[in-house]
């Protein structure tokens, strides 16, 4: 599976961004899907997930209410709306799948995206 992510940019703090990431090379929907992301000097973070189907979806707790992950599997892509951005989301943004039911540790994701750069202003 090879996975495109994009929709990164520079906004302000109380802005919008919609992530997007691409997947090809595989039946996608039966693969779940996690952002994560990775700030300068910190580790890498879960963010959000969603299943395969699509019917559950979970995140980390700064960001709910905040941010709403999607998948439109008829076009191999999940979304990450994140809204009400903080410059405490200021990172760059992975996406990563996995077969099966998602997880929280970045370890058991095989295939990752190239990451998108997102960054919050005050």
């Known amino acids: 599976v090879q996975l495109q992510a994009s929709g990164g940019g520079l906004v302000q703090a109380g802005d919008s961004l919609r992530l997007s990431c691409a997947a090809s090379g595989r039946v996608f929907s039966t693969y779940s899907v996690a952002w994560f992301r990775q700030a300068p000097g910190k580790e890498r973070e879960f963010v959000a997930a969603?299943?395969?189907?699509?019917?559950?979806?979970y995140y980390k707790d700064s960001v709910k209410g905040r941010f709403a992950i999607s998948r439109d599997n008829a076009k191999n892509t999940v979304y990450l709306q994140m809204n009400s951005l903080k410059p405490e989301d200021t990172a760059t943004y992975y996406c990563?799948?996995?077969?099966?039911?998602?997880?929280?540790?970045?370890?058991?994701?095989?295939?990752w995206g190239q990451g998108t750069q997102v960054t919050v202003s005050s």
């Open positions: 990563a799948t996995r077969e099966g039911p998602y997880n929280l540790g970045s370890r058991t994701y095989s295939y």
């Open positions: 969603i299943n395969y189907y699509g019917g559950t979806t």
